[in-house]
């Protein structure tokens, strides 16, 4: 099976600041990439799907890139409303495997 | 609105059989594949099961086997039948939609609890 793998693990940075995250994948997965933020105590919410689209009512701060096997989520300007664990999720075929997690926190 | 509405959490004990239910409401749930996803205490999110329509269906290995996923088209409702628990399967477990068109899973309901302890 296809492994993902997200890097930093956790990530500490100020207000304002430009965030990137990465996800890895084990073999080619085209753009079958989607990104989702866990905000504490709640339920994921999808951000980012086919790499780089951002879902409908997500603010345009986000933005993803990447096909093959790397891929980047990155906020441009960091806001204390994106604290959180944020997720990448390949879907090219089953099985729809997520990274481990990133949690962002703010410095 | 679309919304996702899980049932039937709990606690059981090792070996023992439990059964998730998740109601949809808002969407025509015949045309969207249906997922599980859960998140143990603590941890990050591990798909389980999708049923696509028409129903094909896939587990996780780590499920295979002891879960069964079976969605009812007159109640509009997906199911998680799982037996044989383990400690391993406590978790959260997410009920969600697909958006189609391989466009991530959009909608996720609250989650039900999971407990597997003697």
């Known amino acids: 099976d296809i492994q993902m793998t997200q890097s930093p693990s956790s990530l500490s940075a100020s207000v304002g600041d430009r965030v990137t995250i990465t996800c890895r994948a084990s073999?080619?997965?085209?753009?079958?990439l989607a990104w989702y933020q866990q905000k504490p105590g709640k339920v994921p919410n999808l951000l980012i799907y086919?790499?780089?689209t951002l879902q409908s009512g997500v603010p345009s701060r986000f933005s993803g890139s990447g096909s093959g096997t790397d891929f980047t989520l990155t906020i441009s300007s960091l806001q204390p409303e994106d604290v959180g664990t944020y997720y990448c999720?390949?879907?090219?075929?089953?099985?729809?495997?997520f990274g481990q997690g990133t949690k962002v926190e703010i410095k | 609105e679309v919304q996702l509405l899980e049932s039937g959490g709990g606690l059981v004990h090792p070996g023992g059989s439990l059964t998730l239910s998740c109601a949809a409401s808002g969407f025509t749930f015949s045309a969207y594949a249906m997922n599980w996803v859960r998140q143990a205490p603590g941890k990050g999110l591990e798909w389980v099961s999708t049923?696509?329509?028409?129903?094909?269906?896939f587990y996780a290995d780590s499920v295979k086997g002891r879960f069964t996923i079976s969605r009812d088209y007159s109640k509009s409702t997906v199911y998680l039948q799982m037996n044989s628990l383990r400690a391993d399967d406590t978790a959260l477990y997410y009920c969600?939609?697909?958006?189609?068109?391989?466009?991530?899973?959009?909608?996720w309901g609250r989650g039900t609890m999971v407990t597997v302890s003697s």
């Open positions: 999720q390949k879907y090219d075929s089953d099985p729809w495997t």
């Open positions: 969600t939609k697909d958006q189609g068109r391989g466009r991530g899973f959009h909608i």
């Open positions: 049923v696509q329509t028409p129903p094909n269906i």
């Open positions: 086919t790499s780089s």
């Open positions: 073999q080619d997965i085209s753009n079958y």
